[in-house]
């Protein structure tokens, strides 16, 4: 399926900082969505959109701060970046540690918001390659059996044959036929792999 192109949006109740971000983003070929409220953001938020999320931190109802943990909750992973034309420190620590690309204070470099644009792109086409990945392999480990999830678990763990046939109550035998199952619908070559696919079942 063919990926959407990044669309920049853009969120800041003063329509002349509205007009000069779209008119530079149009200049260097970005396509831009701009909104002069939160509230009319988030009506319009739908799916897994390619792109990122520039937010003024100061705005009437939600501020920045708050729109960005609104984004998370509706599901949204858009990286952020955040524009304010006040020096607020704390403020900007906090949009920092919640995950935020930058922080930028008005008026600001154009080449610098280019370039956290650029970076807020990059991290998220890596982020959402990560999720289809993870995707996958949940999708993979939901075609075992309640048993063979539970022989999977054990054998990533390090326990022989005979050890989880002891905690499972079951035979070696029986063991060896579930840990064959398990290796060819997990499509892995070896235990090693297996482990490895578990792990990054953890993460995800």
Do not use: W
């Amino acid at each position: 399926m063919t990926q959407p192109p990044a669309t920049i949006f853009l969120v800041d109740d003063d329509e002349s900082v509205l007009r000069g971000l779209r008119r530079l983003l149009r200049a260097v070929g970005y396509a831009s969505k701009s909104f002069a409220s939160p509230a009319e953001f988030l009506a319009q938020l739908s799916g897994d959109m390619p792109g990122c999320a520039v937010l003024d931190l100061r705005m009437p109802g939600l501020n920045g701060l708050e729109l960005q943990q609104a984004m998370e909750s509706k599901g949204c992973h858009l990286p952020v970046i955040f524009i304010s034309g006040h020096g607020d420190v704390p403020a900007s620590v906090r949009a920092m540690k919640a995950g935020a690309v930058d922080f930028l204070l008005k008026p600001f470099d154009e080449q610098q918001l280019l370039g956290a644009i650029s970076q807020a792109l990059l991290k998220d086409a890596s982020a959402r390659v990560g999720r289809t990945e993870t995707a996958a392999l949940h999708a993979r480990h939901a075609v075992l059996t309640p048993r063979e999830r539970e022989v999977c678990t054990l054998v990533a763990q390090g326990l022989t044959n005979k050890e989880v046939a002891q905690q499972l109550g079951t035979t070696e035998k029986t063991i060896k036929v579930h840990r064959a199952r398990v290796i060819q619908k997990l499509d892995v070559d070896s235990v090693a792999e297996l482990v490895r696919f578990v792990d990054r079942l953890s993460q995800g």
